[in-house]
């Protein structure tokens, strides 16, 4: 089952405009991370978040978490066509054993020069 | 450091036949884990290792075994491929988040096709 929904799937914007997407989950969490994927490759961390943060920053990118939604967003700031590609929410679950994150179905991003 | 490495990165097999992935990782890492990608599906959990010798099945097990002798290797086979089993296979690796933070490196995947 998949414990993260992006929102929305696809986003398409100009470079240099804002780039926001959303995550929703079901269970109490450790912590969210986002992933990026560029096409025909593996998948790269990008940031986490735990459960008892609610704002991070790293570069150009915000990431958000409000647990009592169960919800987090990446913004991507003055956006680039290198970042194009697309995005994952995961979910580390609390009491989950492996330390295994669950994967959400991704926002595909494109950026327009 | 190379990272998270894959071999092979394609395949195509005939239904019936059997093969290995193999996933190498220099790092050091405590746990790995073996992914599939789907199209709209995003990454589902095949199998999984928190330590050289264990394994433990993930959300899609059923027609894969997996192994782990060595602390750097970890092995995914198929013994007889189904069409079913056309996707993306990623290798990922991790410290636990005991020691340090639980971010994932992945592998480059390797690309099956199951005719």
């Known amino acids: 089952s998949q414990q993260g929904e992006e929102d929305p799937q696809a986003l398409s914007i100009q470079e240099g405009e804002n780039a926001t997407m959303n995550c929703s989950y079901k269970t109490s969490i450790n912590n969210l991370q986002w992933y990026r994927q560029n096409s025909g490759r593996g998948l790269v961390h990008l940031i986490l978040i735990r459960s008892n943060e609610r704002e991070k920053h790293s570069g150009r990118l915000r990431v958000t978490l409000d647990t009592s939604k169960k919800s987090s967003s990446l913004l991507i700031t003055a956006s680039r066509a290198a970042d194009t590609a697309s995005y994952f929410c995961?979910?580390?679950?609390?009491?989950?054993?492996?330390?295994?994150?669950?994967f959400g179905t991704g926002t595909r991003l494109a950026v327009r020069p | 450091n190379a990272g998270v490495t894959q071999t092979p990165k394609f395949r195509v097999l005939k239904t019936g036949q059997s093969m290995t992935l193999l996933c190498a990782q220099d790092?050091?890492?405590?746990?790995m884990y073996w992914y599939r990608q789907d199209p709209g599906m995003g990454l589902r959990l095949i199998h999984y290792?928190?330590?050289?010798?264990?394994?433990a099945k993930g959300e899609v097990p059923d027609g894969y075994n997996v192994s782990r002798l060595k602390k750097q290797n970890f092995l995914l086979g198929l013994e007889s491929a189904a069409p079913s089993q056309t996707s993306v296979y990623f290798c990922?690796?991790?410290?636990?988040?005991?020691?340090?933070?639980?971010?994932?490196?992945f592998g480059p995947g390797t690309r099956l096709t199951v005719l």
């Open positions: 790092m050091n890492h405590e746990y």
């Open positions: 290792s928190v330590g050289e010798g264990t394994t």
């Open positions: 990922a690796s991790s410290y636990s988040s005991g020691t340090r933070g639980n971010e994932q490196f």
């Open positions: 995961a979910t580390d679950a609390l009491l989950s054993s492996g330390d295994k994150l669950t």
